[in-house]
């Protein structure tokens, strides 16, 4: 596990991977692309296409990727860091790193909750906030983004608490739903002064998730109207049927879906999207660390379980944990295209497969095998010690 300031590592290093076998851009309009190489600068991408087309010349670094398909770094929507690289929810030391070899280049935070005496008086939360917000800005586990700092909010909060925060950085909201508001008015007041001043929020939907948690139901949820409805399929007790589809129907708002929630729920709440034609709205995430532990594959086997149960084509199902995301919550990453971060995670189909490829064996349910991640141009990761061994893995090539 390294831990490492977040100075630019890469300053003036061009890369150069070549050798792509199956490009994704994690964009829903165009998957898949036709592009075998790609430069990047300073760790963002400035060109892709064939490689016999690109100016490769004076690379710093070259990467053949030996015919593994290119993905964009994943990003886990729904996550709750406390501090580095340690989840006193588990009392794990080494989850963030390890999720990295899941695929995970961003984390998102839905709120530092497990901090042991977590502060719940107001002048507490948003110090708590502020803290966590610099704390993981300065500081990534093995060079993941994990975006956090983000406040839990309570009864008694002002529109001047949300200006303050967003003045001192804060830029999201912890679950709604998981402090002492638990009212559809005063959320959609509270997640209105948050949106007013550039903070995006999450609502905790669905049954209680520890002791001391509560019923957040579909008209709570509504009315808070929250940008992203965080656990659609619960946390992980999820709302009957007809509620789920309401809030698919009734929201414009982002349809998220957890590893730690319930199955069947999530497959519901994939299959009416997609009636309605709502697939953009789709974003993943695992919430863990959580009750169920943390998984560090977690985004990986929800690709696998919403495509090969969902019946939907891999390549779809992965634009989900990477251009979804980074659309509805204003991100730079999820995307393979020119000016986007160089976060990149190689994989194949793992060793005997019935699934011929990648794409074939994710269809079939099982996990992808990954071979490298890399986090703003820099190799990040190897061949992953977590998931099934990859058939094929890049080389570091110079
Ligand atoms: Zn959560």
């Known amino acids: 596990m390294a ?85 006193p929810r588990q009392n794990q030391l080494g989850w963030i790193d390890s999720c990295l070899h899941g695929g995970v280049t961003t984390m998102i935070s839905a709120g530092e909750v497990h901090l042991p005496g977590r502060p719940k008086d107001i002048v507490g939360v948003k110090a708590l906030a502020i803290t966590a917000q610099r704390s993981f800005a300065a500081l990534r586990p093995s060079g993941v983004k994990v975006l956090a700092g ?37 959320a959609r007041q509270m997640v209105a002064w948050a949106r007013k001043h550039g903070i995006q929020s999450t609502i905790h939907t669905g049954g209680p998730s520890i002791p001391g948690s ?6 709570v949820v509504l009315a808070a109207d929250a940008d992203v409805i965080g656990h659609i399929n619960g946390g992980h007790t999820a709302l009957p049927d007809v509620q789920i589809r309401a809030l698919c129907e009734d929201s414009q708002r982002a349809i998220e879906i957890v590893h730690n929630g319930n199955e ?31 998984q560090p594959l977690g985004i990986i086997r929800v ?11 891999a390549e779809v199902v992965f634009c989900f944990a990477t251009g979804n995301t980074a ?57 992953s010690r977590n998931t099934p061994p990859a058939t094929r893995v890049p080389k570091i090539a110079q």
């Open 3 to 87: 831990i490492e300031e977040t100075a630019k590592p890469n300053r003036g290093k061009k890369l150069v991977i070549r050798n792509i076998g199956l490009l994704l851009s994690g964009d829903l309009e165009q998957p898949i692309l036709d592009a075998d190489a790609i430069v990047a600068i300073d760790g963002v991408i400035r060109a892709m296409g064939k490689e016999k087309l690109l100016d490769a010349e004076g690379a710093s670094s070259v990467i053949d990727a030996n015919g593994t398909a290119l993905v964009p770094g994943l990003i886990d929507s729904h996550v709750h860091p406390v501090a580095g690289d340690w989840t």
């Open 150 to 186: 983000a406040p839990v909010i309570e009864q008694g909060m002002v529109e001047e608490d949300f200006k303050s925060l967003a003045e001192a950085g804060v830029k999201l909201l912890g679950e709604v739903g998981l402090g002492s508001v638990k009212d559809g008015p005063t």
């Open 214 to 219: 509560s019923l957040i139901d579909k008209d």
């Open 264 to 294: 069947r729920a999530a497959l519901f709440a994939l299959r009416t999207a997609k009636e309605l034609n709502h697939l953009d709205r789709v974003i993943l995430g695992t919430d863990a660390p959580a009750g169920s532990g943390v």
């Open 303 to 313: 690709i696998a379980a919403l495509s090969s149960l969902g019946e939907l084509p």
């Open 327 to 383: 659309r509805m919550r204003n991100l730079e990453g999820g995307l393979i295209a020119v000016g986007r971060p160089a976060d990149f995670v190689f994989m194949d189909a793992p060793q005997h497969s019935a699934g011929k490829t990648l794409l074939e064996s994710v269809r079939l349910g099982d996990l992808p095998g990954i071979g490298m991640t890399m986090i703003d141009g820099v190799v990040r990761s190897e061949r």
